[in-house]
């Protein structure tokens, strides 16, 4: 990307990423300036890892690392770091067509917890229009609580893997003090890993071929539906997201990335 054609929101120092959003202005708009990196490959499988030293949070944030197919929800959605506002776990999630289901997960296989849907059921179905979930939830698992938004920032960042074969897609989370060595010394072997914090398994409750090739995305929405509709909630006093994004720029100092690395493992 070009750092000139991001209006300075994007800058490189000392072998860091840092992707910003504007907090000086009041907007003309509903919004506020932010970017949004995609990768020019695609890519079928691998392992995804990126290396954070310090991530967007705050009322109003919807920030996201995620992997995507063009044709949306045929080809798959792997959201491996996403939240909103001042949430303090991550939201590992799949979205897909119909017929991916992981009720039959063993609850052992991983450290995180399934996310709720409409009648306090887990969310196991991944399907975008499932019954008894909210509209586009996905199949989601809360990772564990401190590894996303201010909570992560405070402990200098971390690092998430994210390997996708044939038969599962799993996430790790791991602090810069446990990080792997054979992952810091780019040879990376998820079997000797542990538990994974976020484990759908592939097969025949899911079949494989509903991920197609995806991109990797980097980005940082304001509101929307997610962000949004439960601002009032997470940041109360504060009026409606649109009108508070809109009119508090100071508050977005903290709203940024700051990537050690991104790699892709094949």
Request: charged share 10%.
């Given at each position: 990307?070009?750092?000139q054609s991001?209006?300075?929101?994007?800058?490189?120092?000392?072998?860091?990423?840092?992707?910003?959003?504007?907090?000086?202005?009041?907007?003309?708009?509903s919004?506020?300036?932010?970017?949004r990196?995609?990768?020019?490959?695609?890519?079928?499988?691998?392992?995804?890892?990126?290396?954070?030293?310090?991530m967007?949070?705050?009322?109003g944030?919807?920030?996201a690392?995620?992997?995507?197919?063009?044709?949306?929800?045929n080809?798959g959605?792997?959201?491996?770091?996403?939240?909103?506002?001042?949430q303090?776990?991550?939201?590992?999630?799949?979205?897909?067509?119909?017929?991916?289901?992981?009720?039959?997960?063993?609850?052992?296989?991983?450290?995180?917890?399934?996310?709720?849907g409409?009648?306090?059921?887990?969310?196991?179905?991944?399907?975008?229009?499932?019954?008894?979930?909210?509209?586009?939830?996905?199949?989601?698992?809360?990772?564990?609580?401190?590894?996303?938004?201010?909570?992560?920032?405070?402990?200098?960042?971390?690092?998430?893997?994210?390997?996708?074969?044939?038969?599962?897609?799993?996430?790790?989370?791991?602090?810069?003090?446990?990080?792997?060595?054979?992952?810091?010394?780019?040879?990376?072997?998820?079997?000797?890993?542990?538990?994974?914090?976020?484990?759908?398994?592939?097969?025949?409750?899911?079949s494989?071929?509903?991920?197609?090739p995806?991109r990797i995305?980097?980005?940082?929405?304001?509101?929307?539906?997610?962000?949004?509709?439960?601002?009032?909630?997470?940041?109360?006093n504060?009026?409606?997201?649109?009108?508070?994004?809109?009119?508090?720029?100071?508050?977005?100092?903290?709203?940024?990335?700051?990537?050690n690395y991104?790699?892709?493992?094949?």
């Amino acid at each position: 990307v070009s750092t000139q054609s991001t209006g300075g929101l994007v800058k490189v120092t000392n072998g860091q990423a840092f992707i910003y959003a504007d907090s000086t202005t009041i907007s003309s708009g509903s919004g506020r300036a932010a970017v949004r990196l995609e990768s020019y490959n695609y890519f079928s499988q691998g392992l995804f890892v990126i290396d954070l030293k310090h991530m967007p949070h705050g009322c109003g944030t919807w920030p996201a690392f995620w992997l995507l197919g063009d044709n949306w929800p045929n080809q798959g959605e792997i959201d491996i770091i996403e939240g909103v506002n001042e949430q303090n776990y991550d939201q590992t999630t799949l979205h897909t067509s119909n017929g991916c289901d992981m009720s039959q997960e063993p609850s052992g296989s991983f450290s995180g917890n399934w996310q709720k849907g409409t009648a306090g059921n887990n969310a196991t179905n991944c399907y975008v229009h499932a019954a008894n979930q909210y509209d586009n939830q996905g199949c989601s698992i809360n990772d564990g609580y401190g590894n996303y938004g201010a909570s992560l920032n405070n402990i200098g960042g971390g690092v998430f893997a994210t390997q996708w074969y044939s038969g599962a897609i799993k996430t790790w989370f791991f602090t810069h003090s446990n990080t792997p060595a054979d992952l810091i010394n780019n040879n990376p072997n998820p079997a000797n890993w542990g538990k994974p914090v976020a484990n759908f398994a592939l097969g025949s409750q899911c079949s494989s071929s509903h991920f197609g090739p995806q991109r990797i995305i980097i980005d940082l929405t304001f509101c929307g539906d997610w962000a949004g509709s439960v601002f009032g909630q997470d940041c109360p006093n504060k009026g409606s997201c649109t009108s508070y994004v809109q009119n508090n720029p100071s508050a977005f100092k903290d709203a940024y990335w700051q990537i050690n690395y991104v790699k892709v493992f094949q």
